[in-house]
């Protein structure tokens, strides 16, 4: 399994913290079609990163946001899913997630309740989406309305993978999502990781694990 | 030279992946029978898939057979090896929606994926295909008013 939070050897996390940089990850069951779509959004620029050792999987992308040049790094769950919970090193940094259920399959949007709560134990304030996927399989789901996140205000996408209906509008919206997100940033967590940053604690890559801990704990009562 | 490959099965003995295609040129329905060689029940079924899929003289008969199909013709064989019936083998493809895919290991998952792979190949829309729109774009919030029902029984605070 990977190392402490943040320092996945091969991954600096780091560079998340550059302008141009951001960092989205997909979240839910297996065989709910999220390598599919990543592979349907990014076609020929589809060259996937295999870090086989913390079944993850990364693709990287440019994006074109108004006039800037943003490096996305799409994360994708290798297997991970399979603990129905996700090491804190996959969340770390996120500026964005993409929740995915299956329409044909009850059981993967209940679990997004799940998946949903355990990204807000690391990551409050980022910017979500639910993506309803394998509406080619039976088109008439679409009538249908999937209250889950509405509470929330989340943004709700009937996609395709195979046949394509509306993957790309729904990764570039996402995209300019965490761009806008990165750029004021309502995390609390968020704030305070800089700051511990530029302290510059030598030690913190050790012990980032329960750093974070403690900053969760904590921060109900800062808020 | 065109090919088109219609069906595609398995041949027990010797081991072997039999395929049903169509001659484009001539517009000939022929079976070609391609032996699985250095396969036994320990070797790994997708690598065995991928090298057959990449074999200089089966591949441009292969070209239309996705790689899942091959595994799964792979682990047929191999399920055989082992000494399971064909029909306990062909039952662990079949497709569950109340199952949950999260408790099954690698190999489980892999035959899962590759039966929901024959209906994602059937939908599937390729990018050399004339009418491929790469940002297709589709409205449904108009159409959509029925409450579903996998919202009821509202246990977890959605
Ligand atoms: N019909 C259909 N099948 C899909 C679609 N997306 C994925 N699938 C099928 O679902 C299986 C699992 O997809 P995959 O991307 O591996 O799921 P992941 O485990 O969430 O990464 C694939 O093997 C496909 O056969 C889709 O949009 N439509
Ligand atoms: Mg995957």
């Not at chain 1, 129905?84 to 993409?98: D, G, R, T, V």
């Amino acid at each position: 399994m990977a190392g402490d939070a943040g320092s996945i050897p091969e991954l600096d996390q780091k560079k998340y913290d550059a302008d141009e940089q951001v960092k989205i990850i997909c979240l839910g069951d297996s065989a709910v079609g999220k390598s599919k779509l990543m592979e349907r959004f990014l076609m020929d620029e589809y060259r996937p990163q295999q870090l086989s050792t913390y079944a993850l999987t990364l693709y990287k992308h440019t994006a074109t946001v108004g006039n800037k040049t943003v490096a996305v790094d799409f994360w994708d769950t290798a297997g991970q899913e399979r603990f129905q919970s996700m090491h804190p090193s996959y969340y770390h940094k996120a500026h964005a997630c993409i929740m995915v259920f299956d329409v044909q399959r009850k059981i993967t949007y209940k679990n997004l309740a799940n998946w949903y709560k355990e990204l807000r134990e690391y990551r409050p304030e980022v910017p979500c989406c639910v993506v309803a996927n394998k509406i080619d399989a039976d088109l008439k789901v679409t009538q249908r309305s999937f209250n889950f996140g509405k509470k929330q205000g989340l943004p709700f996408y009937f996609v395709s993978a195979a046949d394509g209906t509306n993957v790309v509008k729904m990764f570039r919206e996402m995209i300019k999502r965490a761009v806008d997100y990165k750029q004021n940033p309502g995390d609390f967590m968020d704030e305070v990781m800089q700051e511990l940053e530029n302290f510059d604690l030598e030690k913190k890559e050790d012990n980032s694990e329960a750093d974070e801990d403690g900053l969760k704990a904590e921060s109900p009562d800062l808020v | 030279m065109s090919f088109e490959a219609k069906r595609c099965g398995v041949q027990f003995s010797p081991p072997s992946i039999v395929l049903i295609y169509e001659h484009k040129e001539t517009k000939t329905i022929r079976k070609r029978i391609i032996p699985v060689r250095n396969f036994s029940k320990y070797s790994d079924y997708s690598m065995a898939a991928e090298r057959l899929k990449n074999h200089p003289r089966h591949r441009d008969y292969l070209e239309g057979v996705s790689q899942s199909q091959l595994e799964k013709l792979h682990i047929i064989l191999r399920d055989h090896m082992q000494g399971f019936s064909l029909e306990r083998s062909l039952a662990s493809f079949n497709l569950d929606p109340d199952e949950d895919l999260n408790k099954l290991d690698d190999e489980e998952l892999a035959r899962k994926k590759g039966q929901m792979d024959e209906l994602f190949e059937k939908n599937r829309r390729h990018k050399d295909d004339p009418d491929f729109v790469y940002d297709l774009e589709m409205d449904f919030s108009k159409t959509t008013q029925e409450k579903c029902s996998w919202d009821e029984e509202s246990d977890d605070g959605f």
